[in-house]
T-cell receptor, first 111, second 118 residues
Framework: KQEVTQIPAALSVPEGENLVLNCSFT??????LQWFRQDPGKGLTSLLL?????REQTSGRLNASLDKSSGRSTLYIAASQPGDSATYLC??????????FGQGTRLTINP | GAVVSQHPSRVICKSGTSVKIECRSL??????MFWYRQFPKQSLMLMAT?????????EQGVEKDKFLINHASLTLSTLTVTSAHPEDSSFYIC??????????????FGQGTRLTVV
């Protein structure tokens, strides 16, 4: 059974810092991995999608990497801003279009 | 990205009543949609896969008679919580995939519905 773990569970940093969020998964047989952002009481906003054949994807200040063989992904956020405060979730797609989610990292950026 | 709209965003109902939640893909067709449940400060758990024109597929431990799913068109899936009880209070989120719904495509999520059963 696929298990997805995100570390740390919570992170608080001052504005302007670069930071890394970690995601690990136990079964490397995945189609892709997706990073999401969730604001309190809201749905999920898709940030980046990395296919299993890819090593990384970039969007603006965000960069996500994928090492499928070791079951790891990282989300790098450059020059963090207070507006980046949210919960970040990673999810792996094992086929049949189903996603298995990690518990999330609750990120707080302090002005 | 593609837009998935969920309605209502918040609902309060009395124990024993039924509540219907709608999930619409606004700018694409989705033969398959997914319903997730999220408990406070926990991650999302897949409840069921909604298939257009056929029966939904439920995950283990999810009561199909409690959570009725209907996917009557390519842009609309509904989740009905029947005979709701306080333990059904939760955040329900739907998702759909664009691009024909293949496993390699990106998943988009609705805004979620906060259900409170009193």
């Amino acid at each position: 059974k696929q298990e997805v773990t995100q570390i740390p569970a919570a992170l608080s940093v001052p504005e302007g810092e670069n930071l890394v969020l970690n995601c690990s998964f136990t079964d490397s047989a995945i189609y892709n991995l997706q990073w999401f952002r969730q604001d309190p009481g809201k749905g999920l906003t898709s940030l980046l999608l990395i296919q299993s054949s890819q090593r990384e994807q970039t969007s603006g200040r965000l960069n996500a990497s994928l090492d499928k063989s070791s079951g790891r992904s990282t989300l790098y956020i450059a020059a963090s801003q207070p507006g980046d405060s949210a919960t970040y979730l990673c999810a792996v797609n094992q086929g049949a279009q189903k996603l298995v989610f990690g518990q999330g990292t609750r990120l707080t950026i302090n002005p | 990205g593609a837009v998935v709209s969920q309605h209502p965003s918040r609902v309060i109902c009395k124990s024993g009543t039924s509540v219907k939640i709608e999930c619409r893909s606004l700018d694409f067709q989705a033969t398959t949609m997914f319903w997730y449940r999220q408990f406070p400060k926990q991650s999302l758990m897949l409840m069921a896969t909604s298939n257009e024109g056929s029966k939904a597929t439920y995950e283990q431990g999810v009561e199909k008679d409690k959570f009725l799913i209907n996917h009557a068109s390519l842009t609309l899936s509904t989740l009905t919580v029947t005979s709701a009880h306080p333990e059904d209070s939760s955040f329900y989120i739907c998702s759909a995939r664009d691009g024909g719904g293949g496993s390699h495509t990106e998943a988009f999520f609705g805004q979620g519905t906060r259900l409170t059963v009193v």
